[in-house]
């Protein structure tokens, strides 16, 4: 595995823990490219005739699938070799983070910072957030079990460039880069001076932006205290000035009309069906006129055949990714209409790592995301 | 002495178990946990190796300062492969012969078939 761009922030890996964490991401490969493939066998060759000979038709969605696939033993088999395949990320990652957990929060400290980092102690945190360990991460982003803890974002820095088989790239920003790529291409000429990044965990995307963009005031918010706290020194490590705040993006205290861009990237599928209305509808009171809302997230179900619906959404059901089988089938159209946008200024769009400045171990293959896109 | 911080799970959610009695599916993760350490015991012997070989000599803490170079890393990588394709084979191999239940032949089918001329 090409090893994460070293930062201050980043915790060191002993010897094994190296060669742990290698093995996990060589076994994702593995499992994705030789095991995964396997389940359209399966379900051809095995599952569908089965189900032809006792219904005397097809089935008609993913859910019907679903409960026949589960009982296939290929399939069995290699959701329980990919379940365990996410624990593993994360338990190989954690002993790395606790050994050196003090050093990193001191380290956290920064005197004299370019950014800058406002916590809100009080902040409640949305049931969505806590009632699972969302993708497994323990403690999922959240949780504080020390002083000044900045545990979850450094397991989250290590844990998701091996989560993504390195495809988010060495700088842990994949998504940035493809933001930042397709909106100058979108915009060439838009000028921005205030940008807002919602839901930026340990600022990845963010920071990415920042280092691109000097000249432009960026601020990022999350829910979880240790992630920003992580975020916002690194992003001083990596030189880039950005101004992180604990705060719901449901409901932010920034003033009406301040931002030129407001964005955000795989946040929403970690939301809920009310929030994400509330999301668009402060992403709107936020923007200035002629301001742009880009929300980045993982694809939807329209136009999907039910068997490709079934394997994309085992992450649902398997990974604590719950939101996202609701997100799949959603209108987003319909909310932004709902949020103020006026329907000409709705472009549904879509932007994948084509888009990218670097290459990663599937630059080959393109992988696109969906874009909620309005100019207010 | 201070207390060392675990960083454990505050909520995972129902696990979900993929077959009918769950000891497969913990002996799944116990196989998985195994195959993973077996991997990392092999970096170290490399390690190891590698550093005899130049240093004639060994300290510990040369095993732990030992980074693999890219070039090293990718040797491992094809190595890991390799070991990884030799424990899963019985998985991969059914998904390439994967055939339907009912159309495996049963040792005494095979029998008839044989006496064909
Ligand atoms: C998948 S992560 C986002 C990754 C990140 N944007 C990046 O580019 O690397 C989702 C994040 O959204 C945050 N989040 C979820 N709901 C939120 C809300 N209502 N307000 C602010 N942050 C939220 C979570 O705490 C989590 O850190």
């Known amino acids: 595995m090409t090893p994460l761009q070293e930062h201050k922030m980043l915790a060191k890996n002993n010897h094994d823990e190296d060669s742990r964490q290698s093995f996990v991401n060589d076994f994702r490969v593995h499992l994705s490219s030789n095991v995964f493939p396997g389940n359209f066998p399966a379900y051809y060759k095995r599952v569908l005739p089965q189900f032809l000979k006792n219904e005397k038709r097809e089935p008609k969605n993913s859910n019907e699938i679903r409960k026949v696939m589960n009982k296939d033993p290929f399939y069995s088999f290699w959701s329980a070799m990919q379940r365990n395949s996410q624990e593993m990320i994360w338990s190989s990652v954690i002993d790395t983070v606790e050994r050196q957990l003090d050093d990193l929060i001191t380290k956290s400290k920064i005197e004299k910072p370019n950014g800058s980092l406002t916590l809100n102690p009080n902040l409640d945190i949305p049931k969505y957030n806590t009632a699972a360990d969302i993708h497994l991460q323990p403690g999922a982003y ?11 974002g450094a397991v989250y820095d290590k844990g998701t460039y091996i989560y993504s088989m390195g495809g988010l790239g060495t700088g842990n920003n994949a998504m940035g880069q493809i933001t930042h790529g397709f909106f100058k291409s979108e915009f060439p000429k838009k000028e921005i001076s205030k940008v807002l990044d919602m839901g930026c965990t340990i600022g990845g995307s963010v920071t990415y ?3 691109k963009n000097p000249n432009v005031e960026f601020h990022a918010i ?11 020194a690194r992003a001083e490590a990596l030189g880039a000035e950005v101004h992180f705040s604990q705060q719901n993006a449901e409901k932010t205290n920034f003033d009406s009309e301040s931002f030129d861009l407001v964005m955000s990237h795989i946040l929403l599928h970690e939301t809920s069906t009310s929030a994400l209305q509330n999301i668009f509808d402060e992403s709107f009171r936020l923007l200035k006129p002629g301001g742009i809302m880009m929300h980045l997230d993982l694809p939807q179900a329209h136009g999907v055949a039910p068997l490709e619906s079934f394997l994309f959404e085992w992450e649902i059901y398997n990974n604590n990714e719950h939101f996202y089988g609701q997100l799949r089938k959603m209108d987003l159209v319909e909310l932004c209409i709902k949020a103020g946008f006026n329907k000409d200024n709705i472009k549904p769009s879509s932007a994948g790592n084509f888009w990218m400045e670097e290459q990663t171990p599937y630059s080959s293959d393109d992988f696109v995301f969906p874009i909620t896109l309005c100019i207010k | 002495m201070e207390e060392k911080i675990e960083i454990k799970p505050v909520n995972r959610g ?15 993760a116990i196989i998985m946990a195994m195959s993973g350490e077996l991997s990392v015991l092999y970096d170290r012997v490399d390690t190891i190796e590698r550093l005899l070989e130049t240093n004639g000599g060994l300290k510990r803490k040369d095993i732990e300062k030992f980074r693999p170079s890219q070039e090293i890393e990718d040797e491992r990588n094809v190595r890991r492969n390799e070991y990884l394709a030799r424990l899963f084979k019985i998985i991969t191999d059914e998904k ?18 044989l006496d064909k001329t």
């Open chain 1, 209 to 211: 932006w920042a280092q």
């Open chain 1, 222 to 232: 999350d829910l979880g205290a240790s992630v920003l706290r992580y975020g916002h």
């Open chain 2, 14 to 28: 129902k696990r979900p178990f993929f077959f009918d009695d769950p000891a497969i599916d913990q002996l799944i």
């Open chain 1, 142 to 152: 959240h949780q504080q079990q020390v002083d000044n803890d900045v545990s979850a």
């Open chain 2, 96 to 113: 390439t012969n994967l055939t339907p239940h009912d159309k495996m032949r049963d040792y005494s089918n095979l029998m008839k078939e």
